[in-house]
């Protein structure tokens, strides 16, 4: 048994088009801590990930102890009015610890972006529904399918027989890629 817990960030689920390492890292992290949470389970040791909001710390200074080419526009000092005023870091232990009692996969520390992830996952959900709303299925029988791959070569896949099942997806984006087949 055991447990192991990962700082993120809420970065590593919202992201805001700045900071392009730190949110890439944050995510790193979450999908990280998901997979070695599946892996380790059947050990007894549990994973989660703490993705704290903002927290009263001295990240906005870390740029300082980078070398001159990593600092890519003083990012962390960006932070500082994400900082400022947050959190405790003593406060963040608690809410920790509960986490880790109750086996949470994520671990919290601000409610208050309780409607920024909501938004942020209706809009994922929303583009399943928008597939579904213009996705065409189109079925090939008994044939074979040739698809062009890099290089000039093509891959071929079909059935003994030649019975072959394939399905095209025609969005609203039209054909993707080129497919030909030959009965």
Request: glycine fraction near 14%; charged fraction near 15%; hydrophobic fraction near 45%.
């Amino acid at each position: 048994g055991g447990y192991i817990v990962n700082t993120a960030s809420v970065g590593g689920f919202l992201s805001y088009g700045a900071g392009v390492a730190y949110t890439v890292s944050k995510y790193g992290v979450v999908a990280y801590s998901e997979a070695l949470r599946v892996d380790l389970e059947p050990e007894g040791i549990g994973v989660s990930t703490l993705c704290p909001g903002p927290i009263d710390t001295n990240l906005p200074a870390s740029d300082r102890i980078r070398a001159a080419e990593e600092r890519a526009g003083g990012f962390s000092e960006a932070l500082s009015p994400l900082t400022r005023g947050g959190m405790k870091p003593d406060q963040v232990g608690p809410i920790v610890l509960a986490g880790i009692r109750n086996e949470l996969p994520y671990i919290f520390t601000h409610d208050d972006l309780r409607e920024a992830f909501a938004k942020r996952f209706e809009t994922v959900l929303a583009c399943f529904d928008r597939i579904a709303g213009t996705a065409h299925l189109g079925v090939l029988l008994l044939g074979l399918i040739t698809v062009p791959v890099p290089g000039g070569a093509t891959f071929s896949l079909g059935l003994p027989g030649g019975a072959l099942i394939a399905a095209l997806i025609l969005g609203k984006f039209g054909r993707i890629g080129t497919l030909s087949w030959h009965l």
